[in-house]
């Protein structure tokens, strides 16, 4: 452990120096300067030894470190923004949850989710969800941490309570609801135009897949990936 500390030091040592031409111009002194009157040719002879007293890096190991601590940086990073971060996570709808985070949080992807459970009144409900739009819009530690359900509301796509028979619609962020297609409810993806076909009889459209998940938390859980591509 001490020994990682002692190297995470090392790395973000280094990370302050934009090249390694800076870091060598680092460690030389005003009398090194003074003397051979050439930056250049002192940075090359503090490289192979010949003049200054402490530890100096090969190019190598600097770029290595460089790295080291840039991966450092990013990963922590990521783990302040991702609310999947560090969770234990035993069912396979949150670890598919999860692995759809980052992709979504960056506009990679745009997923749709369908879902059938009860809500708190034991009421059957199900509906699909633009998983990117509810990213933005809501705190997701709750869900990942098994302390809320992740289940449709009136305000996503499509939203069906069975019992009630309350049935509503609505376009997102991403995609536009199209509920008078012959075949059924399909989304058009605001980005590209494509067409996610949520019927299960037929093709789910271009660059997007679907993949049933089954899981011990929910009825049943349907989830629509769609890979974003820009319009030419």
């Known amino acids: 452990m001490e020994e990682d500390k002692t190297s995470a030091v090392l790395d973000s040592s280094v990370s302050k120096f934009l090249t ?8 030389l002194t005003a009398l090194d300067l003074h003397y051979l ?7 090359q002879l503090l490289e192979l030894g010949s003049i200054g007293g402490g530890e100096v890096l090969k190019k190598k190991e600097f770029e290595r470190r460089k790295a080291a601590a840039e991966a450092r940086r990013h990963s922590k990073a990521q783990q302040k923004t991702l609310a999947s971060a560090g969770k234990e996570l ?4 949150l670890k598919a949850l999860a692995e759809r985070e980052e992709p979504h949080r960056s506009g990679k992807m745009a997923s749709i989710f369908f879902i059938r459970d009860r809500n708190a009144r034991g009421q059957e409900i199900s509906g699909y969800i633009d998983y990117s739009h509810r990213l933005q819009t809501e705190d997701f530690e709750p869900y990942f941490s098994g302390k809320k359900k992740f289940l449709p509301k009136s305000t996503d796509l499509s939203f069906l309570n069975w019992e009630t028979e309350h049935l509503c619609s609505r376009d997102s962020p991403n995609y536009h609801v199209i509920d008078d297609n012959p075949s059924g409810m399909v989304f058009k993806n605001k980005m590209d135009r494509k067409i996610v ?3 299960p009889k037929g093709p789910t459209g271009d660059s997007s897949s679907c993949t049933p998940i089954k899981t011990d938390l929910y009825m049943q859980v349907v989830i629509f990936d769609h890979i974003n591509r820009r319009r030419n």
């Open 197 to 199: 076909d949520v019927n």
């Open 20 to 27: 390694y031409e800076d870091y060598l111009s680092s460690k």
């Open 37 to 43: 009157e050439d930056e250049e040719m002192a940075r």
């Open 90 to 93: 035993n069912d396979n709808f």
